[in-house]
């Protein structure tokens, strides 16, 4: 199948509802099963598949999402360019609520997720370069594409990847800070390692769906407000994948 581009949607984006002519694939792996089905249709013209990461129902939580499984799955139905959508918090001055970000680079926190295709009996070890974790042509595109459907998007920024459920307190924010993070979220990783691998263009555009701990002027996180700044923010998301699909890379 040829495809134009794999979306793989976080908390909040559960489906492209822009697909038109749409098909499903309930695919198996040699990594296992994906989050869920893909949904296969069109967009501006052109063929895009989507996952919803966390499953439609949003079932699977961040450390046991099967990543291998969700990107080898789309990489079978032809992707060559995949957009992960994230939802984050935001740790600097320029990330608050609402916010759409194209991150640079990213730090990861995560521990015993399986984060290459190389973790199976007989595999070649590949050493990949992540010097730059995200293809610079397709944030670039990414970017452009914003700019051309006039949406605000902050370019570059640092994404630190923490292991989840449960959010962070005040201490580990405090760290990421100092490590140099703009950004916090819990599933950037291994999702956009597993994807060079595979060599797949990878670009992550980020939904800042509330201040990270001890961030802005919050006392608390409340799920009320993370669902709240994530839907009114992710309305944006349809017009920029849509701008995207309208330029070559």
């Known amino acids: ?51 919803a990461r966390h499953g439609e129902a949003h079932s699977v939580p961040p450390h046991r999402i099967n990543y291998r499984a969700n990107v ?51 595999a070649k070890v590949e050493h990949i370069d992540f010097t730059e974790p995200y293809s610079r042509r397709l944030r670039v595109a990414l970017l452009r594409a914003a700019r051309e459907a006039g949406v605000d998007v902050v370019d570059g920024g640092v ?43 990878y670009a992550s555009l980020n939904l800042v769906a509330n201040w990270a701990a001890g961030c802005g002027d919050q006392a608390e996180i409340t799920m009320e407000e993370v669902f709240g700044n994530l839907e009114a923010v992710s309305s944006q998301v349809p017009s920029v994948l849509s701008m995207l699909l309208q330029h070559a890379v």
């Open 1 to 51: 199948m040829n495809l134009d581009l794999a979306v793989i949607g976080g908390t909040g984006v559960y489906r492209l509802a822009a697909l038109q002519n749409v098909e499903t694939h309930v695919l198996d792996t040699p990594y296992g099963q994906p989050s869920g089905p893909i949904r296969v249709g069109e967009l501006s013209g052109q063929r895009v598949a989507f996952l």
């Open 72 to 122: 080898y799955a789309l990489h079978q139905l032809g992707a060559t360019r995949m957009v992960g959508i994230n939802a984050v918090g935001g740790i600097t001055e320029r990330m608050g609520p609402r916010v759409l970000a194209v991150p640079d680079q990213l730090i990861d926190y995560t521990h015993g997720r399986l984060g290459s295709f190389c973790d199976v009996e007989g």
């Open 159 to 201: 994404y630190g990847c923490t292991q989840g459920p449960r959010l962070e307190t005040i201490a580990e924010i405090a760290r990421l800070r100092r490590d140099g993070c703009d950004l916090v979220g819990m599933t950037g990783m291994p999702e956009a390692a597993l994807a060079r691998e595979l060599g797949i263009d």
